[in-house]
């Protein structure tokens, strides 16, 4: 029996690896993802877009909406790059290799959005991922 090449526990087998890659050549955007970070960043994104959107509303509206995003906002960054006990573990020493791929997300979208709010919003929480993954 040949000797497998080892593969992180999160990719599973050697065999599942192979499989993916041979069903799915074209990667994550051609199926569904294999990356649970997704996750992350949608939820990211829609509570930075319902920040903004708080802004526009007044008095206490105001006040309950931008505080169940920010509220939101935090609660993902605990799950995926707080201390643990995380939603999502990471149960190696070091942070989890998902911080860069939602930073990276998070900047991509921000990029692609008109300058103002949501882009510095963005912007800000991917900065937040980063700072609070390398705790």
């Excluded at 992350?40 to 206490?60: D, H, I, Q």
């Excluded at 169940?68 to 609660?75: N, Q, V, W």
Aim: hydrophobic letters at 45%.
């Amino acid at each position: 029996m040949a000797h497998e090449p080892w593969v992180p526990p999160y990719f599973g087998s050697w065999a599942d690896l192979i499989s993916y890659v041979l069903h799915n050549p074209f990667g994550p955007s051609r199926g569904p993802s294999p990356d649970p970070w997704r996750l992350a960043v949608s939820g990211l994104v829609t509570a930075v877009n319902a920040k903004v959107l708080a802004a526009t509303l007044e008095g206490a509206l105001r006040k309950q909406a931008e505080e169940s995003a920010s509220s939101a906002i935090a609660r993902i960054l605990d799950d995926y790059c707080g201390t643990p006990p995380k939603a999502v573990p990471w149960p190696f020493p070091g942070p989890p290799p998902w911080l860069i791929p939602i930073a990276a997300e998070l900047s991509g979208i921000a990029n692609m959005v008109e300058a103002g709010a949501l882009r510095d919003g963005l912007n800000q929480v991917a900065g937040q991922v980063m700072q609070r993954g390398m705790r």
